[in-house]
């Protein structure tokens, strides 16, 4: 079965607006990441946060081990957090397995 | 700090050759790590590696090797490219195998 599910699939937003993403966990996965690829490919570490609330500027993160969800906050939304945030865990071991990402887009 | 490099940023191969990507970290970062990432998709782990001279297995593994011959380095080879093997390639290394991943800024293969 489906060990990582993100939701939503894809959300538009405009500039200025508040969001929240959300990742769904199995049993088997742990250490939460949470990613943030640009319109360029390129992959930026966002939280590790494998349980707890952390907060960085306009993101925040928090996740829920016992109930196997975390949730990524972008609040005022900008141009630049346009792209596909992914949430990734550990399974196996140090096996990475990642969601399919949400893919955001923010409209000026 | 280069911080995660890969060599090459893109290359075109023809069915049935062979290449060798190259990542590198200048981290000292003990774990490193092979994903493909298909179009629309997540990140697929092809192999890792937990320190020098080791490497195992991740979720698509087949066509596929690795070496780990030195800590700041970590190799993918395709013995004998596919059409399937098309995909963009990223690196990730990691201090420890429980934290945060730090990425390349991927390879992108073609292969006709």
């Known amino acids: 079965g489906i060990q990582v599910e993100q939701s939503p699939p894809d959300l538009i937003l405009q500039e200025g607006a508040n969001s929240t993403l959300r990742c769904n966990f199995s049993?088997?996965?742990?250490?939460l990441q949470w990613f943030h690829q640009n319109p360029w490919g390129q992959l930026i570490n966002l939280f590790y946060?494998?349980?707890g609330t952390k907060q960085n500027g306009r993101l925040s993160a928090t996740t829920v081990a016992t109930e196997r969800y975390s949730l990524l906050y972008i609040s005022s939304s900008q141009t630049t957090d346009s792209g596909v945030y992914f949430c990734a865990g550990f399974t196996g071991g140090f096996k990475t397995i990642f969601g399919a990402g949400t893919r955001l887009f923010v409209k000026a | 700090n280069a911080g995660v490099t890969q060599t090459p940023k893109f290359r075109v191969l023809k069915t049935g050759q062979s290449m060798t990507l190259l990542c590198a970290q200048d981290m000292n970062h003990e774990y490193m790590y092979w994903y493909r990432q298909d179009p629309g998709m997540g990140l697929r782990l092809i192999h890792y590696?937990?320190?020098?001279?080791?490497?195992a297995k991740g979720e698509v593994p087949d066509g596929y090797n690795v070496s780990r011959l030195k800590k700041q380095n970590f190799l993918l080879g395709l013995e004998s490219a596919a059409p399937s093997q098309t995909s963009v390639y990223f690196c990730a290394s990691s201090y420890t195998g429980m934290e945060t991943q730090y990425f390349g800024p991927g390879t992108r293969l073609l292969v006709l």
């Open positions: 590696s937990v320190g020098e001279g080791t490497t």
């Open positions: 049993d088997s996965v742990n250490n």
């Open positions: 946060i494998p349980s």
